[in-house]
């Protein structure tokens, strides 16, 4: 199995800070990485695919860049609506298999 | 707008098995695969496996083979999965969501709202 290792496991950012998260693949999945908000209480949600696409109604300051084995997610300017798990997700090869999340909380 | 909407929650005693059902609407039913997701501990999330309505072709986790049946019921716009042999480890939030396409990456864009199963005695 494809084994995505996402950091940081936690992390704290200020009204306006930009964070990223990192998403390491065990191997090569050819930008099949797709990005998961998930509140609390809540269903995941996507925003990114094919690992920089924006879906559909996500705010323009959530992006994806990546290659390789190697991709991240930013999110140039926190806003409080922001905290919430977020995972990471490759679709490149059978079992589909997610990160372990990153729970971004406002600081 | 697409929904997919799921049963509600259960809870269940160790051994005994457990259906759940979603129903998809708002778009063609038959035209996408179905994927069925576990959480636990409110955490991590693992993909169990997928069936297309179409055809009822199926994909399986291999950790999840033998514990999980996907069908679906295309009358009814609504796909099934049925968890066996229940223990503790199969605590968890169930979602279902669809797997879209766009040539070349998949990715799952609508989720269900998920079913919450508790197996205790």
């Known amino acids: 199995d494809i084994q995505m290792t996402q950091s940081p496991a936690s992390l704290s950012a200020s009204l306006g800070e930009t964070v990223s998260i990192e998403c390491l693949a065990s191997?090569?999945?050819?930008?099949?990485l797709a990005w998961y908000q998930q509140k609390s209480g809540k269903s995941p949600q996507l925003l990114i695919y094919?690992?920089?696409r924006l879906q559909d109604g996500v705010p323009s300051r959530f992006s994806g860049s990546g290659s390789g084995t190697r991709y991240s997610l930013k999110i140039s300017g926190m806003q409080p609506e922001d905290e919430a798990d977020y995972f990471c997700q490759q679709s490149y090869k059978y079992p589909y298999t997610f990160g372990a999340g990153t729970k971004l909380e406002l600081k | 707008q697409v929904k997919l909407l799921q049963s509600g929650a259960a809870l269940v005693k160790p051994g005994a098995s457990v259906k759940m059902s979603c129903k998809a609407s708002g778009y063609t039913f038959t035209d996408y695969w179905v994927s069925w997701v576990k959480q636990s501990h409110g955490k991590s999330l693992e993909w169990i496996g997928e069936i297309y309505p179409n055809s009822g072709a199926t994909n399986f986790n291999e950790k999840f083979k033998g514990k999980a049946t996907l069908t679906v019921d295309k009358s009814t716009s609504t796909a099934y999965m049925e968890l066996s042999r229940l223990t503790s480890e199969d605590s968890a939030i169930y979602y279902c969501?669809?797997?879209?396409?766009?040539?070349?990456?998949?990715?799952?864009?609508?989720w269900g709202q998920g079913v919450m199963v508790t197996v205790s005695s």
């Open positions: 969501t669809r797997l879209d396409y766009d040539g070349t990456y998949y990715y799952f864009d609508y």
């Open positions: 191997e090569g999945i050819s930008n099949d």
């Open positions: 094919a690992a920089s």
